[in-house]
Structure formats: structure tokens, C-alpha cells
């Protein structure tokens, strides 16, 4: 296991995507692992198993979550979404700053520029 520096906190998302399928010990003990940043040792004597069992439990929870995330997608989706409308929101906010500099602003314009955002701002909640 790498050390808790090195963990790929990837799986801290994909948990909440996926932890459901999960069996109650495994999403704890992910949860414990990613979540709360307990170590092997610690998660270990919290449920009297050995550190190979929870690194076990671990390696078995991230391959379900990696296999769930590769058949459907959904955080991978959802961040490329993000990252969209984040570039979106840029180029409505670069129109805007071009119509305003304008002698006389294009007032079509400026309440288009606003429903968008508003829409952009709404759909990144």
C-alpha cells in the first residue's frame, strides 16, 4: 500500500459514486482509509483483523469502484462537465467584457450574457 502521501485520493470521489455496491466492511474501511486518512494499523484494530486483511479489503474495494467507474463512467462524466461549463462561464464572461467595452453596449447583449451565466451557475451546483 502506498504511504498515506502517495494514497490516489481518486477513489475518495469514487466512493461516493459507487459505494453502494460495495459490502458494508469494504466501504467502511475505504472510508476510514480515504475519507478520515486512518492508517492500515489503525483500521486494523478497529475491526480485530490484521493489516493484510484491510489492505485486502482496500485492493478488492478499489478494484470494484475502478471496474464500476470504467463500466459506467459517472465521475469521469461529471468532470469533464464541470470543466465545460467552467469554460463556458469564460467565454459568456469574454463576450460580456467585449460588449461592454463598446461605445454604446449592446443591451441584447448584456441580458443574454446574464441568463447564461445564471443558467451556467445553476447547471455547476
Do not use: W
Not at 453596449?105 to 445564471?118: C, F
Amino acid at each position: 500500500m502506498a504511504p498515506k502521501s502517495q494514497k490516489n485520493l481518486e477513489f475518495s470521489v469514487l466512493l461516493d459514486y459507487y459505494g453502494a455496491v460495495l459490502t458494508d466492511k469494504q466501504r467502511a474501511i475505504l472510508t476510514e482509509y480515504y475519507d478520515e486518512d486512518l492508517s492500515l494499523a489503525e483500521i486494523a484494530e478497529n475491526y480485530g483483523i490484521t493489516r493484510q486483511g484491510v489492505r485486502d479489503a482496500i485492493k478488492h474495494g478499489e478494484a470494484t469502484l475502478t471496474d464500476m467507474e470504467t463500466r459506467l463512467g459517472y465521475a469521469r462524466r461529471e468532470g469533464a462537465q464541470r470543466a465545460d461549463l467552467e469554460r463556458l462561464e469564460q467565454l459568456v464572461m469574454e463576450v460580456r467584457c467585449c460588449n461592454t467595452g463598446l461605445y454604446t453596449p449592446v443591451p441584447q447583449i448584456t441580458r443574454d450574457t446574464d441568463e447564461m451565466l445564471a443558467i451556467i451557475r445553476r447547471l455547476n451546483t
